[in-house]
């Protein structure tokens, strides 16, 4: 439920922020971060280049031209280039010294690819919305992450608008929302047309907007400054 866009705007909040961030798309012959972040056009390796020795890690990673500062390791696009837990793990943890966050956006599912995604990761972010086939997902790869040893996850709701939730009343309040997961809130990034249109055209996603100023506090969150959750929402 929106995954991809939410890694390439946290990464943009993060930078603002002053960090050195690396996106890596996690999801193998269905990428999308590159057009996210407008690097299509100027891209020649991904992944599977560096572990295959085509090219050097720096020679992979591709820096958003709209977001100094925000780079891409981009997964490949043949579906059978599935990459195992063991390389990637050894692979981001070499690259990892050269950033200050490295944001890896899981495929959806739980296939090899997630388990490939998360093998490098000290934290986990389950991103959701207030829908209840979503969030029993969420509460699926909750539980997964718990049986891979993952115990320091947080929840962010996406696309939330006040209005809808209060009609559709599938939960009475967010705390319920919470119950469900059984995950800890970190963020909630409202619905928000300027951001889609900024994903669209290729342009990194800036804190004039509601969706970018929601992550600002979520970025702000992650280095352990406390900053609201529900400021923005409309």
Same mark, same amino acid.
């Given at each position: /439920?929106?995954?991809? &866009?939410v890694a390439a705007g946290?990464?943009? *909040?993060? &930078?603002?922020?002053?960090?050195?961030?690396?996106?890596?798309?996690g999801d193998v012959g269905l990428r999308s971060l590159d057009i996210i972040l407008g690097v299509t056009?100027? /891209?020649? =390796?991904d992944i599977a280049d560096v572990l295959l020795g085509n090219? $050097?890690?720096? %020679?992979?990673?591709?820096?958003c031209p709209t977001c100094p500062g925000l780079f891409l390791l981009s997964a490949p696009q043949d579906h059978k280039s599935t990459i195992s837990p063991e390389l990637m793990q050894r692979l981001i943890f070499a690259m990892?010294?050269?950033?200050?966050?490295?944001? #890896?956006?899981? !495929? *959806?599912g739980l296939g090899r690819g997630f388990y490939s995604s998360i093998a490098p990761a000290t934290?986990? #972010? #389950?991103?959701?919305?207030?829908? !209840?086939?979503?969030?029993?997902?969420? +509460?699926?790869?909750?539980?997964?992450?718990l049986a891979e040893g993952m115990d320091r996850q947080r929840l962010l709701l996406n696309r939330f608008n006040r209005s809808t939730f209060r009609k559709l009343k599938h939960y009475k309040d967010l705390? +319920?929302?919470?119950?469900?997961? +059984?995950? $800890?809130? #970190?963020?909630?990034? !409202?619905?928000? =047309? %300027?951001a889609q249109v900024c994903y669209t055209k290729g342009v990194a996603l800036t804190n004039r907007t509601l969706a970018g100023k929601a992550l600002d506090n979520v970025a702000a969150r992650l280095e352990g400054v406390d900053a609201p959750l529900l400021r923005v929402l409309q």
């Open positions: /439920m929106g995954k991809s &866009t946290l990464g943009a *909040a993060l &930078t603002r922020r002053g960090r050195r961030v690396l996106l890596v798309d056009e100027t /891209m020649a =390796f090219c $050097q890690p720096l %020679e992979a990673t591709y820096e990892s010294k050269a950033y200050d966050h490295v944001l #890896i956006d899981c !495929p *959806a934290n986990a #972010i #389950i991103v959701a919305t207030v829908d !209840p086939v979503s969030l029993q997902d969420a +509460e699926k790869v909750h539980k997964q992450l705390d +319920e929302v919470v119950d469900v997961t +059984e995950t $800890q809130l #970190i963020g909630i990034v !409202p619905e928000d =047309f %300027e």
